[in-house]
């Protein structure tokens, strides 16, 4: 079982930075993949950014430059930094990984979510 723990969600004002972490945990090989998804309310979850063990990365078009996913392999750790904060990105964002356990048997987990919310 692999479980994921997300921190760095709270209050910030419109064109404020946050730094969203997200610790994977448990009976882990290997992740090939993280990634942030967010769900705004009355919306559905979507994906923010993506990012592969090699470093590659995907942003959805409305980060625009602003947002930041990297990961520490070694740590099991991925990171959004955001910038630029707008009101529109207040949701609650939650962390994805996939990849084998130690079983070798594919596992895709989700966080528990953290709120980030962007008011003046």
């Known amino acids: 079982q692999v479980q994921l723990v997300e921190s760095g969600g709270g209050l910030v004002q419109p064109g404020g930075s946050l730094r969203l972490s997200c610790v994977a945990s448990g009976s882990i090989f290997s992740i090939a993949g993280m990634a942030w998804f967010r769900q705004a309310p009355g919306k559905k979850r979507e994906v923010v950014a993506t990012?592969?063990?090699?470093?590659?990365?995907f942003y959805a078009n409305f980060v625009e430059d602003r947002f930041t996913i990297s990961r520490d392999n070694a740590k099991n750790t991925v990171y959004l930094q955001m910038n630029s904060l707008k009101l529109e990105d207040t949701a609650v964002y939650y962390c994805?990984?996939?990849?084998?356990?130690?079983?070798?048997?594919?596992?895709?987990?989700w966080g528990q979510g953290t709120q980030v919310t962007v008011s003046s």
């Open positions: 994805n990984a996939a990849g084998s356990d130690l079983s070798r048997q594919p596992f895709a987990s």
């Open positions: 990012i592969t063990s090699g470093g590659s990365t």
